[in-house]
């Protein structure tokens, strides 16, 4: 079961930047009607635990929940076996579920999946129905954990209850209550890392892994791009928690600190400054002088190899400026990944941006940078008193990159391609090679032969 | 073949889970529903994650900006409020926010959430000036298709003004939901070569058709707006396509008894094509136009073209019922063996369809099939399906979702023109697979 109280403690998480100008026990905004866009919170723990390729994730839901969402993140997976995380499991209940109650047609999904996937274990995710008519899903995963002897847990994270955010804080505590430490690994070593909130979309983390595999850093567990669920159950282990762009799990490794004394780091990947900085801040938090002065190594060798790509790309982007209109960290990630490649970032959008956000975005667009609050009203001016090139926002704003003739990339959409690590700034390059110069936003602002010249 | 377990058509389901759906949700066919209406706000009662699953799917299926509130039930209010308070807070906050919002018509659909606790939806028009159509879509009832036809019906009850006079030249489509917005205007034109003044309901030829212009994705752009839906009841003919628009004739048939009501299960292939010109022809009394008949003739030399191919071809359908149907229908007329249909949902026009199989499932029921097919007509999710197994077997993309093809909404598969496309590309698919041989 969800309980009020957890709900309250984990919207009120002391660790998190953003609540310390909020009043005592106001907490992270609740939806309001009509207002709120973004996923549920069933859709924030489902993208938390998804990424997990020998578990099955077994939605206890109506058609919604799972029928429209399967398949549709590319959360890329090295797992030798059965990748669970391009398939969809539902219970599709029905109305005489809804009347009767949910838990046989559970029990007997759970059964089916052992006899025909044998996974290394199954999520069970609530959702808004299977939540309001009671299903005792904890009794029924507990005791298919029992006869199967798999874990088998209850995710508690209904639709209503909140946003994404709050459904992967949700997702943190099923994972802290029902997995970590309940194995012991193989072996440890003093460099022992867990990845927290990289789900690895379009191989994020493989641009930066072999960096860490070179420096000596060895990746204990992920929680959960390309992880296991085998590997997480030994989390407790680690020597360091390092959370990747994702404010969602601060809870989850604030309990860690306070149960298993495990440190953590809140890094991100994105562009050269922040790679190396990522790398910098785990080596000095895993304390070892060796460590230290091999990642300093790596990372110049890096560093000095992709500067060499990066040349001809910061030839044909001098003098470029770009007006960035995007949410959340990418307001000054992808800013960073466009200054590393000499393109001068005039604008960038912090509508929906913590705090900590935009005290970043300030220091990374400097003084002169316009950190936009309505950037739908105001792109538009900005762009035609900059002189801005290109415009790197969400699908809706085209128009406005077509009326002013100038290029446009859809940061939003689902990319095929990686800009994380030293590698996926090149890709980023490349992308934005091709936008500069395409003529094609400026050849649909033309007007048809039959509209006034 | 004879290893793979028989499934029987039933209303009932054959085991206790879906592993790789294709079925999809009421709510989200009834949103689509309103999009094809003008100036209509799609409002989805529910969780915000239910409209935000549905907009996303929409966006990537689509490719356009998808217009879709939601009334975002909190925990509160989903014990506390009765349905009124959070319907018209979202509507009040929606229209605040953006000031040059005006919608025409608010269409709100419920949730399997908001069903269950059993919030009254009906009573919001009385508090506000903006029309009002809601309808009653829990997703863990019906699918898509039903949700899609029931909003035609509610908007027509709720809507239409009863009437006993008609305009003779007035006819309404009623088109099931796995139709292109390009189809449903084909249609609308062939029905204006006899003489006839169409609408259809709902009316995606404007919504969703790949068409650039400004201020996209805030409301319904639909080709039918709430005042000719209230003027709906004066049509002489009423045409429905797909067994599931049927309770969306009768609701009309009921604000006016003079209306005529055909039904067409499907506008596939030549059979069906001349049914319907048929009907048309005997109520203008007219003949169709040169360029039709043209077309029949093409469609006849296609099915001569590509009989071989076909005829000699096993195939394997999922999708919507209305859709399987008419696929089937126009297969089977040129020689096709169709060895399944695995249909999202119960619908007894499936009891019609000849194939060997015919059964509601998933994907993983349809996988044993997929391995004996040298052709497979399905959604997107089957393309990584197809591709991990070792028998080359081709694959086209129809119904919902297709995120892997551009400009899909401009396919169309109708009538004597459509058909006559459909065939091309199901030969030309088979003739590529088929080169490649047995293993590529």
Request: hydrophobic content about 40%; overall charge negative.
């Amino acid at each position: 079961m969800v309980s009020r109280a957890k709900i309250k403690e984990l919207m009120n998480e002391s660790a998190c930047s953003h609540n310390k100008e909020k009043k005592k026990g106001e907490g992270c905004d609740m939806p309001k009607p009509g207002m709120a866009a973004g996923g549920c919170a069933f859709d924030g723990a489902q993208i938390s635990l998804f990424p997990y390729a020998d578990a099955v994730h077994l939605v206890h839901g109506p058609q919604t929940c799972l029928g429209a969402s399967w398949e549709t993140r590319e959360t890329l997976s090295s797992y030798s076996g059965r990748n669970h995380t391009v398939m969809g499991f539902t219970t599709g209940i029905t109305t005489n579920d809804v009347i009767f109650g949910g838990d046989k047609r559970l029990s007997s999904s759970i059964d089916y999946i052992v006899e025909h996937y044998a996974p290394e274990a199954i999520f069970v995710y609530s959702t808004c129905v299977t939540a309001m008519v009671g299903d005792d899903i904890d009794m029924t995963c507990k005791e298919a954990s029992e006869k199967h002897a798999i874990p088998v847990v209850p995710v508690h994270a209904p639709g209503f209850v909140g946003g994404k955010n709050l459904g992967s804080r949700l997702a943190g505590e099923a994972v802290l209550e029902h997995l970590i430490g309940t194995k012991e690994p193989e072996f440890t070593t003093p460099y022992d890392i867990n990845l927290i909130g990289d789900y690895n979309v379009t191989g994020d983390m493989w641009e930066y892994l072999p960096l860490f595999e070179k420096i000596g850093i060895r990746v204990l567990s992920s929680l959960s791009g390309d992880g296991r669920v085998g590997n997480i159950r030994t989390a407790h282990r680690a020597k360091l928690n390092v959370i990747v762009c994702a404010k969602s799990l601060i809870t989850l490794c604030r309990k860690m600190q306070e149960n298993y004394a495990i440190p953590w780091v809140s890094v991100s990947f994105y562009g050269k400054r922040d790679t190396s900085f990522a790398i910098m801040e785990i080596v000095h938090a895993l304390g070892d002088e060796t460590l230290i002065q091999k990642a300093k190594e790596v990372i110049a060798e890096e560093e000095a190899k992709l500067e060499e790509k990066l040349l001809p790309y910061k030839k044909l982007f001098a003098g470029k400026k770009a007006v960035l209109n995007t949410g959340g960290n990418k307001a000054w990630s992808i800013a960073s990944g466009l200054q590393d490649l000499g393109i001068e970032v005039v604008a960038t959008s912090v509508r929906k941006s913590t705090a900590e956000d935009k005290e970043k975005a300030r220091e990374y667009l400097g003084e002169e940078g316009i950190l936009m609050m309505a950037p739908a009203s105001e792109q538009s001016k900005i762009i035609d008193e900059k002189n801005a090139d290109i415009l790197l926002a969400g699908g809706r704003s085209l128009y406005t990159a077509i009326k002013k003739k100038i290029s446009f990339i859809d940061v939003n959409q689902e990319k095929k391609v990686s800009y994380g690590g030293y590698n996926g700034l090149l890709n980023l390059a490349e992308d934005l090679k091709y936008a500069f110069s395409n003529p094609v936003f400026a050849n649909v602002s033309k007007k048809a032969p039959w509209e006034a010249q | 073949m004879e290893n793979i377990p028989k499934i029987e058509l039933s209303k009932h389901e054959h085991k206790p889970l879906q592993v790789n759906p294709i079925k999809l949700s009421q709510p989200m066919g009834a949103a689509l529903a309103f999009m094809g209406i003008k100036n209509c706000m799609p409002l989805m009662h529910g969780s915000q994650g239910c409209a935000s699953y549905a907009k996303v799917f929409f966006t990537r299926h689509y490719n356009e900006p998808i217009p879709l509130y939601n009334t975002s039930v909190g925990d509160i209010t989903a014990i506390l409020d009765g349905g009124d308070y959070s319907i018209l807070m979202a509507i009040e906050n929606i229209t605040k926010k953006n000031t040059t919002l005006k919608p025409e018509l608010i269409g709100l659909c419920t949730t399997g959430l908001t069903e269950t606790k059993g919030d009254d939806v009906r009573n919001v028009a009385t508090h506000i000036e903006i029309p009002y159509c809601y309808v009653n879509t829990p997703d863990y009832e019906g699918g898509m298709e039903s949700g899609w036809a029931l909003t035609a019906k509610a908007l027509i009850k709720q809507h239409t003004k009863a009437t006993t006079s008609i305009q003779a030249n007035k006819l309404l489509l009623l088109p099931h939901v796995s139709m292109q917005p390009i189809e449903v205007e084909k249609i609308k034109e062939f029905c204006e070569n006899f003489g006839f003044e169409t609408y259809a309901l709902p009316d995606l030829s404007t919504s969703l058709d790949g068409y650039l212009s400004q201020n996209q994705g805030k409301l319904g752009t639909g080709a039918i707006g709430i005042e000719e839906i209230k003027e709906l009841g004066t049509c002489a003919t009423v045409v429905s396509i797909g067994l599931s628009m049927q309770i969306a004739a009768k609701a009309l048939l009921e604000k006016n008894p003079n209306i005529s009501h055909h039904h067409f299960d499907h506008l596939m292939g030549q059979q069906m094509s001349d049914n319907f010109v048929a009907t048309l022809m005997k109520i203008r009394q007219i003949e169709p136009k040169a360029s039709i008949k043209r077309f029949r003739g093409r469609l006849q030399d296609a099915m001569l073209d590509t009989h071989f191919l076909i005829g000699s071809s096993h195939f394997v359908i999922t999708g919507e019922p209305d859709m399987c149907v008419g696929m089937c229908e126009l297969l089977c007329s040129v020689g096709g063996t169709v060895d399944a249909v695995i249909s999202t949902v119960y619908s007894s026009v499936l009891e019609k369809i000849s194939a060997k199989n015919v059964f509601v499932g998933d994907l993983e029921d349809a996988v044993p099939y997929f391995e004996n097919a040298d052709l497979v007509i399905s959604n997107y999710h089957a393309e990584r399906l197809l591709h991990i197994q070792e028998r080359h077997t081709g694959l086209i993309l129809r119904g919902f979702p297709n995120y892997e093809e551009l400009g899909n909404q401009l396919k169309n598969d109708q009538l004597y023109e459509g058909s006559t496309y459909f065939l091309f590309e199901v030969a030309n698919k088979l003739r590529e697979v088929k080169h490649h041989g047995k293993h590529n």
